[in-house]
């Protein structure tokens, strides 16, 4: 079946201005995750949803950064007010449900470039 | 709390020589530890995870990783390289209760001909 997608695959954008990147999960999968992948940071966690409870954004690095995810389905990462230290590599991944044991499946991410 | 500590950020092997990668973790709990393979430009791909029905696991692609509690270790080994094995290594851990993956730092691979 279908993997997780993500999009667009690739944003540059300018400092200051704001992004939206969007994550389409495996049909089924109950949780979702947003992760950072930069040089210097190696790969951070960033938020995660798990079906309609609170989600954990114990992550996120500033209030610039919010997410949501309707309908149990599709999740939106939003950048306000972008920085130059955003610039990263922002990967998606989903998994049937939250146990630790569950396999987490990633998708290809957004390569975004603040200017 | 949990981490992970990936020893060496670039590994070089030759083809057909025995590749090993380190992975130390720390928890609190019960572990369940992933090891991931990143391709340029693409997303990170399980190659084999451990969750405790077996220490030594099998992975794709002729991966496999031993889990030792006592040195708090899972390091990820393959007999034999390939050329298309070349590609970032990550060491993951997660506890019971799930949610987010603590990563390493991530081990580079590459296969010299």
């Known amino acids: 079946g279908a993997g997780v997608s993500q999009s667009p695959s690739n944003k540059v954008t300018e400092k200051g201005k704001d992004v939206e990147l969007r994550c389409d999960p495996i049909?089924?999968?109950?949780?979702l995750y947003w992760y950072r992948q930069s040089l210097g940071q190696g790969l951070e966690f960033l938020i995660y949803?798990?079906?309609?409870?609170?989600?954990?954004k114990s992550g996120l690095p500033s209030d610039r950064f919010s997410a949501e995810r309707t309908g149990g389905s599709v999740s939106t990462l939003t950048i306000q007010r972008t920085q130059q230290e955003d610039s990263a590599v922002y990967l998606c991944a989903s998994s049937l449900t939250r146990q630790g044991v569950d396999t987490q499946y990633f998708g290809p991410g957004t390569r975004l470039t603040v200017l | 709390a949990q981490s992970v500590t990936q020893l060496g950020s670039h590994v070089s092997v030759s083809e057909g020589a025995l590749v090993l990668l380190r992975c130390n973790y720390s928890?609190?709990?019960?572990?369940?530890l992933f090891w991931y393979v990143q391709y340029p430009n693409q997303g990170l791909q399980l190659l084999l995870k451990y969750t405790s029905a077996a220490t030594l696991v099998k992975g794709i692609n002729g991966f496999e990783a031993e889990f030792k509690k006592s040195e708090t270790s899972f390091h990820l080994t393959k007999p034999s390289a390939h050329m298309s094995d070349a590609a970032e290594y990550f060491c993951?851990?997660?506890?019971?209760?799930?949610?987010?993956?603590?990563f390493g730092q991530g081990t580079e691979l590459s296969v010299k001909p």
């Open positions: 928890s609190s709990v019960p572990p369940y």
């Open positions: 949803f798990q079906g309609n409870s609170a989600p954990d």
């Open positions: 993951a851990v997660n506890g019971n209760q799930g949610g987010k993956l603590i």
């Open positions: 049909s089924g999968h109950t949780a």
